[in-house]
C-alpha cells in the first residue's frame, strides 16, 4: 500500500480519549534557559527549535546531571555538513515528558546579521534508569542503504528507518508534528496484529516495500512521503523498542492517514509505559523538511 505521509495536514482530527494514567513518583517539574547562536544558514525556525532542545537538556542537565557521551546532540545544517551544538560532550540522565505552558523566546540579530534566540522552558521530566536497552535507528532519504542517512529532506523525499537491536524485543514508530499530534507510522496501518516482533542482531528497513523488512506482508508496508507547505519544518521521530510486548496506542483514521493520537495523550503513554517497563528504549531523532 502506497501511503502519502503529509507533514502539513489540514483534517480534522477525533478527540482522543486517554484513561487517567497515575505518573511515576520520581517524575517532577523542571526549568531550563539556554541561548542559541545561529550561523548564516540557520533559519529563525531551525534557531528556535535548537535554543528549545538546549533549554530541555539544560533543565534536565541541572536537575539529574549527566554521563559522557560523544555525538548524542550532532545535527545537519541545510548544505548537509554536519556540526554539533555545545551540549555535544554531555548526555544527561533524565527524559523530558511534556512541557507546561508554552516556551518563552526572546530573539535578536548579532552585527553579522546572524540570529540569536535565548529560550526558557518549564516542564515535567524523569530519571533515567540504566536498564534501557540501546538500539540502532537511522533514519534514511529514498534508499534502503546505510549511505542514503540523513535527517534533511526535501518535498518529495520517501522517508525510510533502518533498525537493528542486540536483543530480541517489540519496536514502534512515531512521527510528531508541529502540530502536537503523533502519528502512528509502525506498526503500519493495515497490519492486523498490533505489534513488530524483531529478531537480535538483525537489520530491518521500515517502509520500503523493496526491501521487505522481513516482519510484514510487502503488501502491508506503508512507504512514507514527506512533504511541507513551508520554507522549512522540524519534526521528531521517535522510536520505542522492549523486550516486552507492549501496547501501542493510535486511532485509526478513515481518510488513508496513518493512525494518530494528541501529543498530550502519546507523552501520557510513553511516561506511563516507561514506568512500568524500565528496559523500555526510546530514540528521538530530529528532522527537517524543506519546501525546495
Known amino acids: 500500500m502506497k501511503l502519502r505521509l503529509c507533514i502539513q495536514i489540514f483534517v480534522a482530527l477525533m478527540s482522543v480519549a486517554v484513561g487517567s494514567t497515575a505518573y511515576a513518583d520520581n517524575i517532577k517539574t523542571v526549568s531550563g534557559d539556554y541561548t542559541f547562536y545561529g550561523e548564516s544558514n540557520h533559519s529563525l525556525e531551525q534557531c528556535k527549535r535548537l535554543a528549545l532542545e538546549g533549554a530541555r537538556i539544560a533543565a534536565l542537565k541541572a536537575a539529574y546531571g549527566t554521563t559522557i557521551s560523544n555525538d548524542i546532540y550532532s545535527r545537519e545544517s541545510n548544505d548537509g555538513d554536519g556540526y554539533f551544538s555545545s551540549l555535544s560532550a554531555s548526555e544527561v540522565k533524565g527524559e523530558w515528558i511534556a512541557d507546561d505552558g508554552e516556551p518563552k523566546y526572546e530573539i535578536s540579530i548579532d552585527s553579522e546579521g546572524h540570529y540569536i534566540v535565548r529560550c526558557r522552558v518549564r516542564g515535567r521530566a524523569r530519571e533515567i534508569g540504566n536498564e534501557a536497552v540501546a538500539f540502532e ?105 522492549s523486550p516486552k510486548s507492549f501496547s501501542i496506542p493510535g486511532i485509526q483514521t478513515s481518510n488513508g492517514l496513518p493512525p494518530s493520537l494528541s501529543l498530550d495523550a502519546f507523552n501520557r503513554w510513553l511516561s506511563d509505559s516507561r514506568r512500568r517497563d524500565s528496559k523500555m528504549g526510546v530514540k528521538r531523532i530530529g528532522i527537517e523538511i524543506r519546501e525546495q
Open 137 to 241: 535507528a537511522v533514519t534514511l532519504r529514498g534508499s534502503d542503504d546505510l549511505s542514503a542517512r540523513t535527517t534533511s529532506f526535501v518535498n518529495g523525499d520517501e522517508l525510510r528507518l533502518f533498525f537493528r537491536s542486540p536483543i530480541e524485543g517489540y519496536v514502534a514508530v512515531f512521527l510528531i508534528d508541529d502540530s502536537k499530534t503523533a502519528w502512528r507510522l509502525l506498526p503500519y496501518s493495515g497490519d492486523g496484529k498490533g505489534e513488530v516482533h524483531a529478531r537480535h542482531g538483525k537489520e530491518y528497513v521500515f517502509f520500503s516495500s523493496n526491501s521487505g523488512d522481513g516482519i510484514s506482508d510487502s503488501a502491508l508496508v506503508d512507504e512514507l512521503v514527506l512533504n511541507t507547505d513551508k520554507e522549512s519544518e522540524r519534526n521528531e521521530i521517535c522510536v520505542v523498542f
